[in-house]
């Protein structure tokens, strides 16, 4: 099955590579087949345990074989054109990451495999699954959302190989990153529309210390202070009731969602009497009351960007582009 010969110019892992992706494509090994040990191969064709170790990496990175401790190795997949593999980390799921997702895998193209993972905002789940991926991909990108001390988990893995997305902390610096700039992208969108917001006696912003970044509150109110501006942060909308004159900052769409439905039911005119500005621009917002007022990062940039950095493995840190879009409701 394995085929080794000198002086043919393809090194002898490479050969080793070659000889199992044949196997495969000729139906001579299936997935679940058991493959000959690393000692085997060695002994077999006098080659040192780094040549075939080399060997079943690259193929384990590609997801073409899997090592089971105490057994051996396996026959993963019969999909030998895989030549990279990703591990994608989100916090979760949710149409503008679904658009960073999609500009990613167009910008990777074809012969690279991403797996999609989700941690929801669990520590105990973004550190099993990490762990339990370790040595399974050629890339790692993940999303930390706010967790403190994620480098205690991130740094088990090679840092040329590992990629921050969307928020960078200080303990995260060694890495490579494209990310928000969240307190001054917060700041600067307020600023740009001033010549509305004044119209408004208070600003609230709605502000779930658990899932929402904190350069978002500082730049939030650095911008009132400097601006001498009313303001409150909520954590829930659970026990609030809208009053003519204040202006809300939702970061996500369900309790934006409820905030103009709270609107309608206690007989607030959007724009008029309220005000609403979001955070990250989606199709929704373009269409729902008329249009919704967004401070948004791009994310099919961030997607594009991140697949270029992984193509020609560039190291560095991108701050992704950021930009107010005025709509009705303000």
Request: net charge neutral; aromatic share 10%.
């Amino acid at each position: 099955m394995i085929s080794i010969q000198n002086k043919i110019g393809i090194p002898k892992y490479k050969q080793i590579v070659n000889s199992i992706e044949e196997a495969i494509a000729s139906g001579v090994l299936k997935k679940g087949d058991q493959l000959p040990s690393i000692n085997k191969v060695k002994d077999a064709h006098s080659l040192s345990r780094d040549t075939v170790l080399m060997a079943f990496n690259e193929l384990k990175n590609r997801g073409i074989i899997q090592s089971v401790v105490g057994k051996g190795y396996y026959v993963a997949s019969e999909d030998i054109n895989v030549n990279q593999k990703v591990f994608l980390l989100f916090d979760e799921l949710n149409s503008f990451k679904e658009d960073l997702y999609n500009s990613f895998l167009e910008g990777l193209g074809e012969n690279i495999q991403v797996d999609i993972f989700f941690h929801h905002f669990n520590t105990t789940i973004f550190s099993k699954l990490i762990h339990d991926n370790i040595g399974a991909y050629n890339f790692y990108v993940i999303m930390p959302a706010n967790f403190n001390n994620s480098n205690a988990v991130i740094q088990n893995l090679p840092q040329e190989k590992v990629y921050i997305l969307d928020q960078i902390h200080d303990d995260l610096k060694p890495y490579s990153a494209i990310y928000q700039n969240f307190e001054k992208d917060i700041f600067n969108g307020l600023k740009k529309a001033l010549h509305l917001i004044e119209k408004y006696k208070k600003i609230i912003l709605l502000f779930p210390e658990d899932k929402q970044p904190q350069g978002m509150l500082r730049g939030f109110k650095l911008f009132c202070e400097a601006y001498k501006i009313d303001y409150s942060v909520i954590d829930s909308l659970k026990s609030n009731t809208p009053k003519p004159g204040e202006l809300y900052i939702i970061p996500d769409d369900k309790n934006l969602l409820r905030i103009i439905k709270s609107f309608k039911n206690n007989n607030l005119i959007l724009a008029k009497d309220v005000g609403v500005i979001s955070y990250n621009d989606t199709l929704l917002k373009e269409i729902v009351a008329d249009g919704i007022t967004t401070i948004s990062t791009d994310f099919n940039a961030m997607g594009k960007q991140l697949a270029s950095m992984i193509l020609n493995k560039k190291v560095g840190k991108i701050v992704n582009p950021n930009n107010l879009i005025l709509r009705n409701s303000l």
